[in-house]
């Protein structure tokens, strides 16, 4: 085997999916304790408490507490190596939360189990979907009541679309959780609640089936005669997903679900290109820029972008060429992304991300290549925008660092730019998924480019993604418009969510996406 396949076989790269308060947060740190990469419980929670005294980030963000320090985690598990992509702006959902979703092959979905499947866990499953990013699921909280655990699939399939494969099954004779089951070698672990609040100790006894409630042996019989057991190829195929139930807080199930991601999620393979072929994972380096993110952070004020390694051995200096603009890049600056502290990085392979400082032309979505022969791989799905605003210089003497600012931020994705063909560039509307861009937006055009805005709001409140035939086919048609992003990519915007609705029910034949690509 080449040594870049031996190293990519052995990483697994991924992300969790989740709603706030799920318990993605508890669950990476438990998944950091397990691997020895931290010492000490609570010390990512701490982090994001004391965020406000020791970082020197972005002051939006230290007021908000949204963590941009550190892109990826990484840690080893019985010799493989993990590279968890956080997914920024978890609680202030962006376009960078579905960006990251491109540079995974896996993700993680942890579900709150007795709120079930929520609506941004739904969005960003959207986002997997349309990838075939296969999902093993964690059902959390289990030391709390919850619904019957095959209600809790049964939200799974009917939200998702996606059969719950459970890998572990719940011991909860009379609703009171003891343990889960692993039902492919039939051995219970115990759940022993104690401390505080009942859960902040538990331990993962081993003991045998025999002794398990009636109850919970006829679940299981009955889970085995529906053939409900795993299934590897649907689950790559990400029409499957395992389960594990367990409870993150109290630390149980979770070493379960790290074995899991190394033993069933796939190591990084082939991606396909724009032209539908696959790249081998050991042609020469190719990488995908999945987040451009300034960095205001006094100590390194510049901008960084992210590549996930998606074929052969990165070094450090080697020439690389962006696909998009043929430009050669000298990526003389590149860094391992771990927390604030910033390391250089000499070489990184497939499923790693490396940060590249100061390489100013980049964008979310760009590949970038080593060697004459070029590669470019599909734009990043993201959804269409849901809140609006026109921008207007608030200052009318700086009108051309407005402009400047607007188009550097259109580049970085940091909010979508739409205009209108009749009204060119003035007053461009910001279109953005998550209210936060807005203000990430705003900030730096008052900060970074001297030119305060003035937002405004417009008349439109929701997009669909639309194409040539579309745009034909809407004028003329009341309470929508079509606007177009900086690509040309037309877009068009209605009134209200009502109108989109009737309109798609009315005009089947009009392409009006909700997901969006590039
Ligand atoms: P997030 O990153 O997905 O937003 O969730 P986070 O891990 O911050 O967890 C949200 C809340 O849920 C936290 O409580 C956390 O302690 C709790 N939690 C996480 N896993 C479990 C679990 O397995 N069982 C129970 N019972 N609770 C869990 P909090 O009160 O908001 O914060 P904290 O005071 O505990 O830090």
């Excluded at 019957?148 to 459970?166: H, N, R, S, V």
Aim: aromatic share 6%.
């Amino acid at each position: 085997m080449s040594p870049v396949l031996a190293e990519a076989s052995r990483r697994r790269t991924f992300a969790i999916i989740s709603h706030p308060d799920a318990g993605k947060t508890t669950l990476t740190e438990k998944f950091l304790l397990y691997s020895g990469a931290i010492q000490q419980a609570g010390a990512v929670q701490s982090r994001k408490a004391d965020r406000a005294t020791t970082s020197d980030w972005l002051e939006l963000e230290r007021k908000r507490g949204i963590s941009v320090s550190s892109a990826v985690a990484r840690f080893e598990h019985d010799g493989t190596m993990l590279n968890l992509l956080d997914t920024p702006g978890h609680r202030d959902f962006s376009e960078d939360t579905y960006r990251v979703l491109s540079g995974v092959d896996a993700a993680v979905m942890v579900i709150d189990a007795a709120r079930g499947v929520e609506p941004q866990t739904e969005k960003l499953h959207a986002v997997c979907r349309a990838r075939g990013t296969p999902v093993i699921t964690f059902v959390n909280k289990m030391d709390r009541p919850s619904p019957e655990p095959l209600a809790i699939l049964d939200d799974i399939e009917e939200k998702l679309g996606l059969t719950g494969q459970p890998v572990t099954w719940p011991i909860k004779p009379e609703g009171r959780f003891q343990g889960v089951v692993d039902r492919a070698s039939g051995r219970a672990y115990r759940f022993h609640a104690s401390g505080p609040g009942g859960t902040r100790r538990a331990q993962e006894d081993e003991g045998g089936v025999d002794e398990l409630a009636e109850e919970v042996r006829e679940e299981l019989e009955l889970l085995d005669a529906i053939g409900a057991d795993v299934d590897v190829d649907a689950f790559l195929a990400a029409k499957a997903t395992p389960v594990f139930f367990g409870s993150a807080l109290s630390n149980f199930g979770v070493r379960m679900l790290l074995d899991a991601i190394t033993e069933l999620a796939p190591a990084p393979g082939p991606r396909i290109d724009v032209d539908g072929e696959p790249r081998p994972v050991d042609a020469p380096f190719s990488g995908l820029v999945f987040k451009v993110q300034a960095n205001l952070d006094p100590r390194h004020r510049d901008r960084l972008a992210l590549v996930r390694v998606c074929s052969g051995r990165f070094e450090r200096g080697a020439p690389l060429t962006c696909a998009r603009t043929g430009k050669r890049i000298q990526a003389k600056y590149a860094h391992a992304v771990f927390g604030r502290e910033r390391e250089t990085v000499d070489e990184a392979f497939p499923g790693d991300v490396i940060g590249l400082v100061n390489a100013t032309d980049l964008r979310a979505g760009d590949t970038l290549h080593e060697g004459d022969a070029p590669v470019t791989f599909p734009p990043i799905p993201t959804f269409t925008p849901e809140h609006f605003a026109t921008a207007h210089p608030a200052d009318r003497s700086r009108v051309k660092q407005f402009r400047r600012g607007v188009a550097q931020l259109d580049e970085e994705g940091v909010v979508q730019v739409l205009r209108h063909p009749d009204l060119g560039d003035q007053a461009p509307v910001w279109a953005a998924v998550g209210q936060l861009q807005f203000e990430v937006a705003a900030w730096r055009m008052e900060h970074e480019f001297g030119a305060p805005v003035r937002l405004e709001g417009t008349r439109f409140d929701t997009a669909r993604a639309t194409d040539e035939d579309g745009v034909a086919a809407l004028a003329g048609m009341r309470d929508v418009e079509v606007w177009r992003r900086e690509n040309g990519t037309p877009l068009a915007l209605f009134r209200s969510r009502y109108v989109a609705e009737r309109i798609e029910r009315d005009h089947p034949e009009i392409r009006l996406d909700t997901l969006l690509l590039g």
